[in-house]
């Protein structure tokens, strides 16, 4: 691809947005977004990005949605665009919804429609301590599930999310089964599963008591704090620990959920059920929807008790009716490329780890993988500012990819991206890995 050239035209945006909007999290190189079709991204200044991050793990069914995606938001827009779904009755949201739920367990019964995953997260939260009349949550390091301020209490990724908007003091965090960097010094499987008896032994039986904890909430593999993926039978062993004190599972799905991982549920890569799960992120195809699961036996919630203006809004609801039709036509041919491509994926990268020393490991579940750098194998000392470098020169030469964890790179690419240009990115990430890897080992013998 040719090398991308940036504009004054894309620095004026830039500059700008500076100006106006309050500071996000804004990557630090200047991606202005246009438009996309097929298997790429294009920017303001008409450069094409191969896209290895499908906007946050937005567009799992392909760029800007597929084409029946927008022709149903098209159609929708020109009958009524909201409904005050969650005050007035209309028709598309329950047949969305009835049709959601043929995806769940059975048993899965009821939804609560949002506009996105921490609104969804939020929502779990306030129904387990309504089905449960108990006050307290656990969570984990190293997990997101949202910035708002319940959600908030329950993320521990980076403590930038959380200073200054504290206190706190409705959950405690435990460590995760982050096994390339056990908190225990341990190794898998001698380890007995130590993170989850750590659970029962201190918070558990020292901080608080189990029954008065009404959830717990996890991602099946935490996103944003590193693409980290527990052990095969670790979700079993943790929900039979909950099970002993009547502690709710919360499942959040929000970026790990709707076959990317090739799996509708990425818990059920884990063999467990959840007792509540959130969605939102690829649900809504390309537009603002988040959705609360739970089983039917934990019942309602009282009237008036939670509610969304927006929440089911009737164009977002099209959009992701319309996604969810075509993954029900046509789920065996997703799953197969799901799991093809990702092979290909993590073939490439396992290769790449054993020829470069900045690679320390390697890891995800289908289209979810995440590549961990570090500056040395032995003593895993995260290489940030080479993985800063690794995403500059990726985008100066037509790919997007997105940061995780502390020296994480997340690749997300859609299912439907051509085997050819999956393999060209590959190419491009492979080549900046190796120019880093050249330049740490060349300051590190200085």
């Known amino acids: 691809m040719a090398e991308v050239k940036i504009t004054k035209k894309s620095m004026d945006?830039?500059?700008?947005?500076?100006?106006?909007m309050i500071t996000t999290t804004r990557e630090s190189y200047p991606f202005?977004?246009?438009?996309?079709?097929?298997?790429?991204?294009?920017?303001?200044d008409g450069n094409r990005f191969i896209d290895f991050s499908t906007f946050i793990a937005v567009y799992t069914m392909g760029e800007n949605g597929l084409p029946e995606v927008r022709r149903a938001v098209k159609e929708q827009v020109d009958?009524?665009?909201h409904s005050a779904f969650t005050d007035f009755y209309a028709e598309l949201p329950v047949r969305f919804?009835?049709?959601?739920?043929?995806?769940f367990p059975s048993g899965f019964g009821r939804v609560f429609l949002s506009n996105s995953g921490t609104e969804a997260n939020e929502a779990a939260l306030?129904?387990?301590?309504?089905?449960?009349?108990?006050?307290?949550?656990?969570?984990?390091?190293?997990a997101f599930h949202g910035r708002s301020k319940g959600s908030l209490a329950l993320t521990a990724s980076n403590f930038v999310q959380r200073s200054s908007f504290g206190p706190y003091s409705d959950?405690?965090?435990?460590?995760?089964?982050y096994c390339y960097r056990c908190p225990f010094k341990q190794t898998y499987p001698e380890c007995g599963f130590a993170c989850v008896d750590y659970i029962k032994?201190?918070?558990?039986?020292?901080?608080?008591?189990?029954?008065d904890v009404a959830a717990m909430i996890v991602e099946p593999i935490q996103g944003e704090g590193g693409y980290i993926v527990p052990p095969k039978d670790y979700f079993k062993e943790l929900k039979s620990l909950l099970d002993e004190s009547g502690i709710l599972l919360i499942s959040d799905e929000v970026q790990a959920g709707y076959m990317r991982t090739g799996k509708f549920l990425a818990m059920d890569n884990f063999g467990v059920t959840a007792d509540i799960y959130t969605m939102a992120k690829a649900l809504g195809a390309g537009l603002p929807l988040g959705a609360t699961i739970t089983r039917k036996s934990l019942g309602d919630i009282p009237?008036?008790?939670?509610?969304?203006t927006f929440g089911g809004n009737l164009v977002s609801v099209a959009a992701a009716n319309a996604s969810l039709s075509h993954l029900k036509r046509n789920a065996n041919s997703i799953k197969r490329q799901i799991a093809s491509k990702s092979r290909i994926i993590m073939k490439r990268l396992n290769s790449m780890k054993e020829r470069y020393e900045i690679i320390g490991d390697v890891r995800g579940i289908g289209l979810m993988i995440g590549v961990e750098l570090v500056r040395d194998k032995r003593t895993k000392m995260p290489a940030m500012k080479e993985r800063e470098s690794i995403l500059g020169e990726c985008f100066a030469n037509g790919l997007l990819l997105l940061p995780a964890g502390t020296s994480t790179i997340r690749i997300i690419p859609a299912a439907t991206i051509s085997v050819e240009h999956l393999e060209k990115g590959l190419d491009i990430f492979e080549d900046a890995v190796a120019h880093a890897d050249k330049g740490m080992r060349r300051s590190s013998r200085s």
Do not use: C, W
């Not at 945006?13 to 106006?20: F, G, P, Q, T």
């Not at 959950?171 to 995760?176: A, C, Q, R, S």
């Not at 032994?201 to 029954?211: F, I, Q, R, V």
């Open 303 to 308: 009237k008036g008790a939670h509610a969304s």
């Open 126 to 142: 306030k129904f387990a301590r309504l089905f449960t009349k108990r006050q307290y949550m656990l969570a984990f390091y190293g």
């Open 32 to 44: 202005v977004a246009d438009h996309a079709n097929g298997d790429f991204v294009y920017d303001i």
């Open 97 to 103: 919804t009835e049709s959601l739920l043929k995806m």
């Open 201 to 211: 032994k201190y918070p558990l039986s020292k901080e608080m008591n189990p029954k």
């Open 79 to 81: 009958k009524l665009m």
């Open 13 to 20: 945006v830039i500059a700008r947005d500076s100006k106006v």
């Open 171 to 177: 959950t405690v965090h435990v460590p995760f089964a």
